[in-house]
C-alpha cells in the first residue's frame, strides 16, 4: 500500500519561504496524480495544489496561485511544494496526498491515500 511522508515544515517569519517534500513508499509514485492540502484549527482541509502523474499538468487554487509551485521527481518518489511570499494565513498542517484517475484534482474525497501532514506555522 502507498505510503506518503511529508517534511520541511517549520518556523518562518511573514514573507519566507519553505519547500515541502512528499515522499512515497509502498508503490511507484508515478501512478498517481499528487495533491498538497492543508488544515488550519477550525476550518475544513483546504486543497492547494495538484500535479498528474508525470507531471505535464498542474492546478492551483487563488489563494496561492503566483506563491507555490508543485513539482515532482518521480526518479525520487517526491513531490514537492515550494511556498513562496509567505503569510500568517498560511500557517497549517500541510498534508500531500495520492489519487488514481485522470484530472487534477484539489477535492480531497478524490485522493486515496494521504500522509500525516507537517506544520507549517508563520510568524507576523
Known amino acids: 500500500q502507498l505510503q506518503l511522508v511529508e517534511s520541511g515544515g517549520g518556523l518562518v517569519q511573514t514573507g519566507g519561504s519553505l519547500r515541502l517534500s512528499c515522499v512515497a513508499s509502498g508503490g511507484t509514485l508515478g501512478s498517481y496524480a499528487i495533491g498538497w492540502f492543508r488544515q488550519a484549527p477550525g476550518k475544513e482541509r483546504e486543497g492547494l495544489s495538484c500535479?498528474?502523474?508525470?507531471?505535464?499538468?498542474?492546478k492551483y487554487v487563488d489563494s496561492v496561485k503566483g506563491r507555490f509551485t508543485i513539482s515532482r521527481d518521480n526518479a525520487k518518489n517526491t513531490v514537492y511544494l515550494q511556498m513562496n511570499n509567505l503569510k500568517p494565513e498560511d500557517t497549517a498542517v500541510y498534508f500531500c496526498?495520492?489519487?488514481?484517475?485522470?484530472?487534477?484534482?484539489?477535492?480531497?474525497?478524490?485522493?486515496?491515500?494521504w500522509g500525516q501532514g507537517t506544520q507549517v506555522t508563520v510568524s507576523s
Open positions: 500535479i498528474s502523474s508525470f507531471g505535464g499538468n498542474t
Open positions: 496526498a495520492a489519487k488514481t484517475g485522470p484530472g487534477v484534482l484539489t477535492t480531497p474525497q478524490f485522493y486515496d491515500y
